[in-house]
């Protein structure tokens, strides 16, 4: 008889266990269910779809560089300039081996600078590479002219990349020297991305200058749409 009465306690106390733990899961559920649905309600919680998740990666990829090679520093404060314009990342192109004076006097036909405009095949190599390139849509790409061309090391840096579904924009600076083939060399080193009509300034372009230069180059590429 006690035996009996043991067993209907025991398993008493075993259901009132589980009825207990099924309503405390009951309440946390509807705890909960209660939070999210505040947060969704207030705007706090951002639920996460395909359209929101596209909107965030176009975001991410709507990004503006400004690539520069600057021997003497001139192309670089320009760049510095148009990075304030247009809000963008700077990046700049440094040669393994940098150029010395000697290196780059157009006079010496056995300078360094000579020697590699004179050899189309030439490619000098890059110390550093940009690793999230693919976040950048549009990219500006600076250099002195040399010879009425651009450096060789750009075509070393054009050549490193995917430019799919890019646009870029050449900015030259020179003291007189116009960008004479320029645009269409380059055109060679990225095949694959859409390369614009580039301009040559003085170093003493001014912000206003290069901001004018943006709002062209805007309803060029809106003219195209």
Not at 11 to 34: I, P
Not at 84 to 107: A, S
Not at 202 to 214: D, G, R, V
Request: proline share 4%.
């Amino acid at each position: 008889h006690h035996k009996n009465v043991h067993s209907y306690l025991f398993h008493l106390n075993l259901m009132t266990l589980g009825e207990s733990l099924l309503l405390l899961c009951f309440f946390s559920m509807k705890r909960h269910a209660e939070q999210v649905l505040s947060e969704v309600l207030t705007g706090s919680l951002i639920v996460p779809t395909m359209k929101t998740e596209k909107i965030r990666r176009e975001k991410q990829m709507n990004k503006t560089l400004i690539a520069y090679f600057s021997a003497t520093h001139t192309t670089e404060h320009l760049a510095k300039k148009l990075a304030n314009v247009v809000q963008g990342d700077l990046f700049e192109i440094v040669p393994v081996k940098r150029y010395t004076e000697e290196d780059l006097n157009w006079n010496d036909e056995n300078s360094r600078s000579s020697i590699e405009m004179k050899d189309p095949a030439c490619r000098p190599a890059i110390a550093s590479t940009l690793n999230n390139m693919e976040e950048y849509d549009t990219v500006f790409v600076g250099f002195p002219i040399w010879w009425y061309e651009a450096p060789r090391i750009i075509q070393t840096f054009l050549e490193s990349y995917d430019w799919k579904e890019k646009c870029i924009l050449p900015f030259a600076t020179s003291g007189g020297s116009g960008m004479g083939k320029t645009v269409s060399i380059l055109k060679n080193s990225c095949p694959h991305g859409e390369i614009m009509e580039g301009r040559r300034f003085f170093a003493s372009t001014s912000e206003k200058e290069l901001a004018k230069w943006i709002e062209e180059i805007k309803e060029k590429r809106e003219g195209k749409k």
